[in-house]
């Protein structure tokens, strides 16, 4: 794969810790919903940084849409955060990824599981299955926040869940408005037997997040009868910065 030189077009504030980026890619050869493209920053005196992200963005959608959560202790993400801006270029390479990918040929339901920033690969799926015309295909995002403040893609996941589009549920485990009635957990076995579809009925199951949060939740699943071949996990830790 070549490296690429995109402009970015628009850059949107997720959270307080969250921004998307909205970039031109006129060559982009498309990609398929759950991949990921590398990063490389490259410094006035050679040295070269590179990281891996998460493509955002729908098969369909006209740009290419990368999300990226700032991490205090990382070599790019506080670059992208803070210093990119709209006219600036960037360079990256992908689209990268065969494995956790989805698209309406491998059927439902489809259940999504995110922690954090692991909510960015199901927008693309999301929103692919949404514009793909394949609503009848049965889909549930179970995503594990922190607070409110800190869910990613708040009112795109909202009007989902108020269209009837996609069932979404959300899980807050440090804050919650004095008025929120939804869970208040880490996901778990027990928040899983209540949200996920029964393994009778053999959903395609997706979960992304930091290391534990992941072995944890396919854990959990595997302990509740799912096929562990129908769970494909991807995960995050500091290298991923």
Same mark, same amino acid.
């Given at each position: 794969?070549?490296?690429?030189?995109?402009?970015?077009?628009?850059?949107?504030? %997720?959270?307080?810790?969250?921004?998307?980026?909205?970039?031109?890619?006129?060559?982009?050869?498309?990609?398929?919903?759950?991949?990921?493209?590398?990063?490389?920053?490259?410094?006035?005196?050679?040295?070269?940084?590179?990281?891996?992200?998460?493509i955002?963005?729908?098969?369909?959608?006209?740009?290419?849409?990368?999300?990226?959560?700032? @991490?205090?202790?990382? %070599?790019?993400?506080?670059?992208?955060?803070?210093?990119?801006?709209?006219?600036?270029?960037?360079? @990256?390479?992908?689209?990268?990824?065969?494995?956790?990918?989805?698209?309406?040929a491998?059927?439902?339901?489809? @259940?999504?599981?995110?922690?954090?920033s692991?909510?960015?690969?199901?927008?693309a799926?999301?929103?692919?299955?949404?514009?793909?015309?394949?609503?009848?295909?049965?889909?549930?995002?179970?995503?594990?926040?922190?607070?409110?403040?800190?869910?990613?893609?708040?009112?795109?996941?909202?009007?989902?869940?108020?269209?009837?589009?996609?069932?979404?549920?959300?899980? @807050?485990?440090?804050?919650?408005?004095? %008025?929120?009635?939804?869970?208040?957990?880490?996901?778990?076995?027990?928040?899983?037997?209540?949200?996920?579809?029964?393994?009778?009925?053999?959903?395609?199951?997706?979960?992304?997040?930091?290391?534990g949060?992941? %072995?944890?939740?396919?854990?959990?699943?595997?302990?509740?009868?799912?096929?562990?071949?129908?769970?494909?996990?991807?995960?995050?830790?500091?290298?991923?910065?």
């Amino acid at each position: 794969m070549n490296w690429r030189i995109t402009k970015v077009v628009d850059v949107i504030n %997720e959270t307080a810790r969250v921004r998307s980026l909205v970039l031109d890619c006129p060559d982009w050869p498309g990609h398929q919903a759950g991949q990921h493209v590398d990063i490389r920053l490259t410094a006035a005196d050679g040295y070269e940084a590179q990281r891996s992200y998460s493509i955002a963005s729908a098969p369909e959608d006209d740009r290419l849409v990368l999300t990226v959560e700032r @991490l205090d202790d990382g %070599e790019v993400s506080p670059y992208l955060f803070d210093v990119l801006t709209v006219g600036d270029e960037l360079e @990256l390479r992908g689209p990268i990824g065969g494995y956790f990918v989805w698209t309406p040929a491998m059927g439902g339901p489809i @259940l999504l599981i995110a922690g954090g920033s692991g909510v960015v690969p199901f927008r693309a799926m999301l929103r692919h299955r949404t514009m793909a015309a394949h609503r009848t295909l049965g889909a549930r995002l179970l995503y594990s926040a922190r607070s409110m403040a800190d869910v990613i893609y708040r009112d795109e996941l909202s009007r989902l869940a108020d269209s009837g589009v996609a069932d979404v549920v959300f899980t @807050l485990t440090r804050e919650w408005p004095s %008025e929120w009635t939804g869970y208040r957990r880490r996901i778990d076995m027990e928040l899983l037997r209540a949200v996920s579809w029964a393994p009778a009925e053999r959903p395609l199951v997706y979960v992304c997040g930091p290391s534990g949060f992941v %072995e944890s939740a396919a854990n959990a699943l595997v302990d509740l009868g799912h096929d562990a071949s129908r769970i494909r996990t991807e995960r995050f830790g500091p290298t991923g910065s």
